[in-house]
T-cell receptor, first 109, second 112 residues
Framework: QKEVEQNSGPLSVPEGAIASLNCTYS??????FFWYRQYSGKSPELIMF????GDKEDGRFTAQLNKASQYVSLLIRDSQPSDSATYLC?????????FGAGTTVTVRA | DVKVTQSSRYLVKRTGEKVFLECVQD?????MFWYRQDPGLGLRLIYF???????EKGDIPEGYSVSREKKERFSLILESASTNQTSMYLC???????????FGSGTRLTVV
């Protein structure tokens, strides 16, 4: 069983809409959760991290964490064409992160 | 900002060559990692190091070795390059167990 599962894509949303990305994890002891954005041909860049249950907002991005359900999500409000990328969910485990396979988002102009 | 620098953006090597990929970070991070990323397979961990001279195998260590003689530098070595090692190689570092990675810009290696 994979440790980190993301909803399969690709996800296509119109410009200005909300993109919703979901991630579940299997290790109940995980403490820290991250969302990375990766443009085609580039390396992943960290866009959000969350440690506590609830919501964390940063500009147009909101991360949501529910440790009881082992679920973390990312909402992108007012989606822009520049948000078109693959989004990777990552969860801490010992020294290293466990990554999901990623969800590719395309924002249609 | 933390910087993770990979020495080459693109490399082309011949089958059987010994290949060195270098990674340097400038923020005194204890932990460093080497991944490869292939379409449809996601990020796969090759090796990581949590201290100088310490190394641990990741999920796909076969055909690779690593060296960490100084805290800031973590090298990936392909002992005898093969075409199935053509890939994007990503180096990352992080300061401690609760933190996320900072990635380098990646090295796209082609073995011909």
């Amino acid at each position: 069983q994979k440790e980190v599962e993301q909803n399969s894509g690709p996800l296509s949303v119109p410009e200005g809409a909300i993109a919703s990305l979901n991630c579940t994890y299997s290790d109940r002891g995980s403490q820290s959760f991250f969302w990375y954005r990766q443009y085609s041909g580039k390396s992943p860049e960290l866009i959000m991290f969350i440690y506590s249950n609830g919501d964390k907002e940063d500009g147009r991005f909101t991360a949501q964490l529910n440790k009881a359900s082992q679920y973390v999500s990312l909402l992108i409000r007012d989606s822009q064409p520049s948000d078109s990328a693959t989004y990777l969910c990552a969860v801490t485990g010992d020294y290293k992160l466990s990554f999901g396979a990623g969800t590719t988002v395309t924002v249609r102009a | 900002d933390v910087k993770v620098t990979q020495s080459s953006r693109y490399l082309v090597k011949r089958t059987g060559e010994k290949v060195f990929l270098e990674c340097v970070q400038d923020m005194d991070h204890e932990n460093m990692f080497w991944y490869r990323q292939d379409p449809g397979l996601g990020l796969r961990l090759i090796y990581f190091s949590y201290d100088v001279k310490m190394k641990e195998k990741g999920d796909i260590p076969e055909g690779y070795s690593v060296s960490r003689e100084k805290k800031e530098r973590f090298s990936l070595i392909l002992e005898s390059a093969s075409t199935n090692q053509t890939s994007m190689y990503l180096c990352a570092s992080k300061p401690g167990s609760s933190y996320g990675y900072t990635f380098g810009s990646g090295t796209r290696l082609t073995v011909v």
